[in-house]
Every structure is written in C-alpha cells, then in structure tokens.
C-alpha cells in the first residue's frame, strides 16, 4: 500500500488560495490519486481524483508532476465552511488504501 | 455521484449487547465495501475488507470474531460488533466502489457508536 504524507495542519485566510502537498513516493503504475475532505462527525466527501499532470473541477485543482511522487491540491479562494480535515489516498477500485494523517485546514476569518 | 448509506447514524448500547450497523449502496452494486473506525482526532484506520459472497478480510490486530461482517447481496454489508464494551465506542464508516475500473470510493456518512 502506497504510503502518504502530507502536513499536518495548515492555516488559512479567508479568500486566500490555500495548497496542500501530498508525499507519496511509493505510488504504482495503476494507482490514482484522490483527495477527500472530512467534516467532523462525517464520512469522507469526494473532492477530486488525477492520474497524471493537473486535474481541475469546480471545487479544486490537482497538479500532479511527472514522476506522481507527490501531488498538490489546491483550493481557490477558501472560506470559513472549507475548515476541515483533508486526505490524500493513492490506489482506487477495489484496492484497499490506508489514510494517512491528513492535513487540517483552519479558515480563519 | 453514487450514494452509500449507513444506518443507523447514531447509536448507544449497553455493555455486553451486540449492535448492528448497515452499509448500503443505493444506486450501484458493490462488490467490494471497506469498513473503517475513527478514534477522535484521528485518521480512518482500514478495519477489513467485505467482499460479496465470501468472508471478510481483516486487518492486522482487528478481531474477526469481535468485528462480524457479512456481505450477503451486492448493496449491503453490515458490520456487528459483538459484546460491545465502552472501549467499542468510535466513528465507523463504511466505503464501496462501484466497480473495478472505477477508482473512486464512495463513503457513508459513518456511526457513532457509544457503549455505556
């Protein structure tokens, strides 16, 4: 299973573009890379998934480099309801995956 | 996206007593669900695999005889945590994917289980 890492917690102003890195330097060949955010007391929401280069939604972007050792998410213009907890996973399908720490992310007004 | 349920949302349990929690996938068969725990504060932590039709893949240090899970149709897994003790108490989620090719997870909205 492919390991992350990413920061532990960042801080943020509102309207700013806040980007949170992923570590993930074992990744596979088939693996994808997905982003979740987690509310407390809820399940994990789907943010946005890549393979390779950059991904853009209406909610994020996701650049991932060449060698996908690492990727970085970004979230334009951020307000106070993005404060959350936010994962990185590698894998997909019927793959198992590990969650790492994920990276809290305080808005601050 | 797709919709996986879990019920019940929220539930509270004497010690000793088993409870029971449904995951279902509302608008696609799963053949494969993952069951999860969240301790406060903390990162999801992979409980076993539920595969549809056959028996459950447990991770390390997690007790298959504690933690039952059946797969019984493709929509629905349910996880019974058996004898519950205080120390039972935490988040559980459940995740599905809707087929092979497809690499996103769908998670439900999870359990909060309090054993008293």
């Known amino acids: 299973l492919a390991k992350t890492t990413q920061p532990i917690s960042m801080d943020s102003y509102e309207g700013q573009e806040v980007n949170i890195t992923c570590s993930h330097n074992?990744?596979?060949?088939?693996?994808?890379i997905t982003w979740y955010q987690q509310f407390p007391s809820q399940g994990p929401r789907f943010i946005i998934q890549?393979?390779?280069t950059k991904v853009t939604n209406e909610v994020a972007s996701l650049f991932i480099p060449a060698d996908r050792k690492s990727s970085t998410l970004s979230l334009p213009r951020v307000s106070l309801s993005d404060t959350a907890v936010y994962y990185c996973l590698v894998g997909g399908g019927y793959q198992k995956v590990t969650f790492g720490t994920g990276t809290k992310l305080q808005v601050i007004p | 996206g797709a919709v996986v349920s879990q019920h019940p949302s929220r539930v509270i349990c004497k010690s000793g007593t088993s409870v029971k929690i449904e995951c279902r996938s509302l608008d696609f068969q799963a053949t494969t669900m993952f069951w999860y725990r969240q301790f406060p504060k903390k990162s999801l932590m992979l409980m076993a695999t539920s595969n549809e039709g056959s028996k459950a893949t447990y991770e390390q240090g997690v007790e298959k005889d504690k933690f039952l899970i059946n797969h019984a149709s493709l929509t629905l897994s349910t996880l019974t945590v058996t004898s519950a003790h205080p120390e039972d108490s935490s988040f559980y989620i459940c995740?599905?994917?809707?087929?092979?090719?497809?690499?996103?997870?769908?998670f439900g909205q999870g359990t909060r289980l309090t054993v008293v």
């Open positions: 995740s599905a994917t809707r087929d092979r090719a497809n690499t996103e997870a769908f």
């Open positions: 890549g393979y390779k």
């Open positions: 074992n990744i596979a060949t088939n693996d994808y």
